[in-house]
């Protein structure tokens, strides 16, 4: 298992140094390094201003915050899978991604983002609004995690209808275009203050999950089970939920709904490694994370210098992959 994890994390470490060589600009791949390594202290690139802001402020951050992200959002896709006990369980189930939604378009196009509050904020303040309000309704439904499931599908609808309202009724044609992009997932915006937060988040949730991951064992075989076994059910399941809507609220906030990473990753390697999640967790964050460096890669330079949402890249990626997942489990079972 060792063997394997240090080989994904080098799989990894390849994968950002070979996507920061890729795009339009024109540079060489050491320019790219040479720009990097005088950052990190390693002597002087000796190149333009502008090739290092390229390098340093472009397409570094987006990079890392595609690994960041794609992470994130297998490690809570595996968590939700776990939990819920539902193959069909990716981090938007709780109407997060809805609700992060709603929250970023009232800022932009309301004007709330005059002063401190930014769209980051927005989406992060919705995000947090709308689990809040799935956990409310779920309860009052008398719990358990099939009410926790469709109460996710009436908040996802709700706030889903809210941003159309939004829209529709205060959004010029301009402001239109730039919000559907962004719903649609796009880290061109991506700068260093999102990577920090989103590694962070993402870093402290997959050490709480790892240190329940005997819990999360248990939980794959139900609640009674895992209440068999002596696990705080109630307690843990609202611990790892709750570190669900954060981490997935913090990557939406700073990259938009970028969808199917968080279903088809966890099956993936789950196949791999098996259902064991003290293997499967840090499997997953690392798949992921590759995954999503090299959709982006495929987004920002097929259509250079236009660019695809990273959500639409990683559906129209991501769907065949489940596909043949789904048809190799059937051969094999």
Known sequence: MAIGLVAGCAVLAISIALALTIGPADLSVGEVYAVVGEHLGFGRAGVSRIKDGIVWELRLPRTLL????????????????SVLRNPLADPFVLGISSG?????????????????????????????????????????AGGGTARIVLAGVAG?????????????????????????????????????????????????GLVI?????????????????????????????????????????????AAGAIGFVGLVLPHAARFVVGPRHSR?????????????????????????????????ATALIGVPAFIALLLRNRAMA
């Open 156 to 204: 996802t609808q709700l706030f889903s209808a809210l941003t159309s309202f939004i829209v529709v009724s205060s959004a010029d044609a301009e402001q239109t275009r730039g919000i559907l992009f962004w719903l649609l997932g796009s880290l061109a915006g991506a700068d260093w203050a999102d990577v920090v937060v989103c590694a962070t988040v993402t870093g402290v």
């Open 100 to 140: 992060a939604s709603t929250g970023a378009v009232l800022v932009a196009v309301l004007g709330l983002g005059a002063g401190s509050i930014s769209l980051a904020a927005g989406a992060f303040g919705g995000a947090v609004v709308a689990f809040a309000l799935v956990l409310i309704l779920a309860a009052a």
């Open 66 to 81: 595609a690994a960041v992200c794609g992470a994130g959002l297998a490690l809570c896709g595996t968590i939700l899978q």
């Open 280 to 312: 499967l967790l840090p499997t997953a964050v690392v798949a992921g994370a590759v995954f999503t460096v090299w959709v982006d890669v495929v987004a920002r330079t097929v259509f250079a210098p236009t660019e695809i949402p990273v959500g639409v």
């Open 209 to 253: 999950c790892l240190s329940r991951a005997r819990a999360l064992d248990a939980f794959t075989f139900g609640a009674a089970s895992a209440a068999a076994l002596g696990i705080p059910v109630r307690a843990t399941r609202a611990l790892l939920l709750g570190v669900t809507a954060l981490t997935t609220a913090a990557l939406v906030s």
